[in-house]
């Protein structure tokens, strides 16, 4: 079942960053369809993106920016259905972004 997303990235608001999300939102373009993206300036140093409400990914965390492939594959995985998970990341990692009520 194909069914809308919303993603939402907190960048911070400096030009490589600005420059990533805008690569980012090209290759989703590319490959996904009905996908609603909104990019908002915020934290210093920050690459967060969530899908439906679900925090996906974080660079805060991670130390690094996401892969677009892995960005991609998710919001695919989301389009079929299914919950959000987090992005890009081996199970450690997974466990400091997993929330409460996960």
Known sequence: ?????????????????????????????????????????????????????????????YGCFPKAIDVIRGLKEVKEGREPKIIGANKRQQQGLQQPNS
Not at 16 to 22: G, S, T
Not at 24 to 48: C, Y
């Open 1 to 61: 079942m194909a069914t809308n997303v919303k993603m939402y990235v907190e960048y911070w608001n400096k030009d490589e960053y600005r420059i990533r999300l805008e690569k980012l939102i090209s290759a989703i373009e590319k490959e996904v369809s009905g996908v609603d993206v909104i990019g908002e300036a915020g934290r210093s140093k920050t690459f967060e993106i969530v899908i439906n409400g679900k925090l996906v990914y974080s660079k805060l965390k």
